[in-house]
């Protein structure tokens, strides 16, 4: 069964470092979306996007934040200068249709530490 | 979005059933029931999504009342790999995000 891939895993940083998280999401999926999880607290939506563009996106995705689809497999998250709050799991997932009640298919995340 | 109010945790017994209510008071019409699994340090899994009445999968059912105002996950006979969080999200049709509660933690005991 296909699967969203996500990495690193885990990723550690300096407060003030760029970061990139990477995601390959399904192949032949059209909608593609970034939450994160701050530890025990609810999975919250960042951002989607849909046709090389940003489709929507939360309060939480401010300018530090971007998000990029470099070629036909990668989507990627970066955050310009990273925070102590930022740590967190984030979780890419992607959808194979229009439709906002296609599944939403997860990946494994990746766990960003800031120090 | 209609926000939704199901229990904080429930506990069970391997080889039971265990139901899991959502209250959703304030759903509209183009909103559709969906459910999800979150394992530790996983990114949640779709279960089963609903209008109305029944739907039932290989993993779950999933019962809507004609009013819609709530839902209710079955897993039949949980195993200890069922012990996750479980979320009853309201998907409108109108966006295109998912809005996570703070879910169900489900403990399924030996």
């Known amino acids: 069964e296909p699967e969203v891939t996500q990495t690193p895993s885990h990723q550690v940083t300096q407060m003030g470092q760029e970061v990139i998280l990477r995601c390959v999401p399904i192949?032949?999926?059209?909608?593609f979306y970034w939450y994160r999880q701050i530890l025990g607290q609810k999975v919250e939506f960042l951002v989607s996007?849909?046709?090389?563009?940003?489709?929507?996106k939360s309060e939480i995705f401010d300018d530090q934040f971007s998000v990029e689809r470099p070629d036909g497999s990668n989507f990627t998250l970066k955050i310009r200068s990273t925070k102590l709050e930022d740590s967190a799991m984030y979780f890419c997932?992607?959808?194979?249709?229009?439709?906002?009640?296609?599944?939403?298919?997860f990946g494994p995340g990746t766990r960003l530490t800031v120090l | 979005l209609a926000k939704t109010t199901q229990p904080i945790s429930m506990d069970s017994y391997e080889g039971q059933e265990v139901n899991i209510t959502c209250s959703h008071n304030n759903i509209a019409t183009n909103d559709y029931i969906t459910w999800y699994q979150q394992f530790p340090s996983q990114g949640p899994r779709f279960i089963i999504q609903?209008?109305?009445t029944k739907v039932t999968n290989e993993v779950a059912s999933l019962f809507i009342p004609a009013d819609r105002k709530s839902s209710t996950l079955s897993l039949p006979r949980v195993s200890l790999s069922d012990t996750a969080v479980y979320y009853c999200?309201?998907?409108?049709?109108?966006?295109?995000?998912?809005?996570f509660g703070t879910g169900t933690r489900l403990l399924v005991s030996p």
């Open positions: 997932a992607s959808r194979p249709g229009l439709a906002v009640t296609d599944t939403q298919y």
């Open positions: 999200l309201v998907v409108n049709t109108g966006f295109q995000k998912l809005v």
């Open positions: 609903g209008y109305k």
């Open positions: 996007f849909y046709n090389n563009e940003i489709s929507e």
């Open positions: 192949s032949n999926h059209l909608y």
